[in-house]
């Protein structure tokens, strides 16, 4: 998965969207007010990411997501790219 297509993923948005923005435009506001960037700047263990998903499956606020996800093993994959 591309960059921007992970982008995209984060911000429920189409990729195509994300193709227009210059990711500077996004990811300078972020920077500037030095808030941690990864999983791992805020003491999350990279052994931990599991069972982080599996918190983030059955947490209520999923039923609202746009896109289905039931299983924890689809979250890894995104968790681990943000560790």
Same mark, same amino acid.
């Given at each position: %998965?591309?960059?921007?297509d992970r982008?995209?993923?984060?911000?429920h !948005?189409? #990729?195509k !969207?994300v193709l &227009? !923005?210059p990711?500077?435009?996004i =990811?300078?506001?972020?920077? #500037?007010?030095g808030?941690?960037?990864? =999983?791992?700047?805020?003491? !999350?263990p990279?052994?931990n990411?599991a069972?982080?998903a599996?918190?983030?499956?059955a947490?209520?606020? %999923?039923?609202s997501?746009?896109r289905k996800?039931?299983?924890p &093993?689809?979250?890894?994959?995104?968790?681990?790219?943000a560790?």
């Amino acid at each position: %998965m591309s960059y921007k297509d992970r982008l995209a993923f984060s911000f429920h !948005i189409p #990729t195509k !969207i994300v193709l &227009g !923005i210059p990711p500077v435009a996004i =990811l300078d506001p972020l920077l #500037t007010v030095g808030l941690p960037q990864k =999983l791992s700047e805020v003491s !999350i263990p990279k052994e931990n990411l599991a069972e982080v998903a599996k918190t983030a499956v059955a947490d209520p606020a %999923m039923r609202s997501n746009i896109r289905k996800v039931t299983d924890p &093993g689809e979250i890894v994959p995104v968790l681990l790219s943000a560790w």
